[in-house]
């Protein structure tokens, strides 16, 4: 059996699944606009959503009126309906087509936000690089959002093994990090499901 291809895989998901046809599909994303929130940021601040291609994140950010946002995700077809949705407003925003772990931040951030693409890293050295990556990425005082399948949550998403943090584990990983606050939450999926997920508030 040949390697594992994250990207083809994740173009398949994104070339063959409806919006809405996905576990992770939030029309509002409520935890994520939660923190934005309480992060309390300046319009002009440097937000990054990392995996957040096909999310309604973004199009919270652009209404709130926020200047300077980038988009990463893996897959460029969910960059694609990203974009189409959001029509004339998508040239308001930095879209990055790339693996979190191959990406080379030409700037720092003000706030880091991840739901759900971390715990795809099932390597400990994967993990190591994107520690490293998040890091070297953040300015001092930005804020650093993270939320993984809790340990009650799922053991697979979309045919992958992931990885289940318990708050204490993610908060010893990113120990260089203050962490500022905590959040375990029911992700209910459009098949009347619920996923467990932890997320944890820091600031460098």
Known sequence: MGK???KVHWENIYSTKK???VSWYQIEPKTSISFINL???EKDA?????GGGDSFF???LVKEGYTNITILDISEMAIKRAKLRLGDSASKVSWIVSDVNNFSPKHKYDFWH???TFHFLTDSLEVNQ???TVENAMNKNGHFVIGTFSKTGPLKCSGIDITQYSKQEIIELFHTFKIISDLNVKHLTPFETTQDFVFCYFVK
């Open 4 to 6: 594992f291809n994250r």
């Open 19 to 21: 919006i809405n046809e």
């Open 39 to 41: 992060a309390g940021l």
């Open 58 to 60: 973004v199009d919270y």
């Open 130 to 132: 994107y520690k490293e």
């Open 114 to 116: 991840d739901r759900a």
């Open 46 to 50: 440097a937000i990054i959503d990392i």
